[in-house]
């Protein structure tokens, strides 16, 4: 898939500039002479610097899911986001962001990019009509035979009837793609959806039957499921305690 080949690139190009700013410790870097970067507190120059080149510049569109989608901010806390954006997610191109975890922002910087985002794109009532959705963490580890049949109903439309791609939508069960992404970002999609892209959330695979939220951990499974299991690389890069 062409867009994780480009989200990988970018992570690359991320990683070689914030290297530069690391090289040389407490000395202010050649593009801030006047505010040394730990001390910027623009929550929209903090975003563009750090986000966007995998988020995009308006909080959708990039490789990574839309951080500025407002059913996203509607189903994950505050909590979540400081915390998958302070330290990251092992094993995909997520890096880690605090210091404390080896990245180059303070917990200030990184608490003013989440309040940030909720400012310019949270909606309140982004769920107004939605009845509740599912929740954003898993409850329970669901049934992957289930998830197959759930996947015919809600997915192979688009997707194809094994996943591997339709006329409406690419691959999601390509190897490359399963082995750098989380089953909690996987999840995330299903529910959130990609709808600057043409992909549904939770309520619009199948117009009038939104999925339940054992409809989702099941389909979740299945797709991890789909992860080359034989790839030692894969499962190297799986993060800590998360299922293969
Ligand atoms: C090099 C690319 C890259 C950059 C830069 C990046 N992200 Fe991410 N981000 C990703 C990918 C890929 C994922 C999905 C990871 C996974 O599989 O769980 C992700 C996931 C996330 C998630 C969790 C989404 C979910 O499923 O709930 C949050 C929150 C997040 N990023 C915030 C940020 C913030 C804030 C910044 C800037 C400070 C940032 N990211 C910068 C690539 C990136
Ligand atoms: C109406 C068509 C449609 C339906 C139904 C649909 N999707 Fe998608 N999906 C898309 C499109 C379009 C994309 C983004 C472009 C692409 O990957 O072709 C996408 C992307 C994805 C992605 C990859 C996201 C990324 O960041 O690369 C996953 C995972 C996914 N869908 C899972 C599912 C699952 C699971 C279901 C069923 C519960 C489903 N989709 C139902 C159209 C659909």
């Not at 962001?97 to 608490?111: K, M, P, V, Y």
């Not at 669901?142 to 759930?150: E, I, N, Q, S, W």
């Amino acid at each position: 898939m062409m867009r994780w080949g480009i989200l990988l690139a970018t992570g690359l190009l991320a990683t070689t500039a914030c290297g530069s700013h690391g090289a040389a410790p407490g000395r202010p870097a050649a593009d801030s002479q006047v505010i040394p970067p730990s001390r910027i507190l623009d929550a929209s120059a903090l975003y563009a610097r750090n986000c966007a080149g995998c988020h995009g510049g308006d909080g959708k569109g990039g490789a990574a899911i839309a951080l500025g989608d407002p059913v996203y901010l509607a189903i994950a806390d505050d909590a979540t986001i400081i915390r998958v954006t302070s330290d990251g997610v092992s094993g995909t191109a997520m890096p880690a962001f605090a210091q404390h975890s080896g990245g180059l922002l303070t917990d200030g910087q990184i608490e003013a990019i989440v309040r940030g985002i909720r400012v310019r794109w949270a909606e309140p009532n982004a769920l107004r009509d939605a009845g509740s959705p599912p929740p954003y963490a898993a409850q329970g580890s669901g049934d992957p035979k289930r998830g197959a049949t759930v996947f015919g109903a809600y997915c192979s439309s688009c997707h194809g009837a094994s996943g591997r791609g339709g006329k409406r939508a690419s691959s999601i069960v390509d190897s490359s793609y399963l082995a750098l992404v989380s089953d909690q970002n996987l999840r995330t999609t299903v529910i959130v959806g990609r709808p600057e892209m043409g992909a549904p959330d939770w309520r619009g695979d199948l117009p009038g039957k939104p999925m339940s939220p054992e409809d989702v951990s099941d389909v979740v499974v299945w797709l991890a499921a789909q992860r080359p299991q034989s790839v030692d690389l894969s499962s190297s890069l799986r993060p800590e305690g998360g299922t293969r």
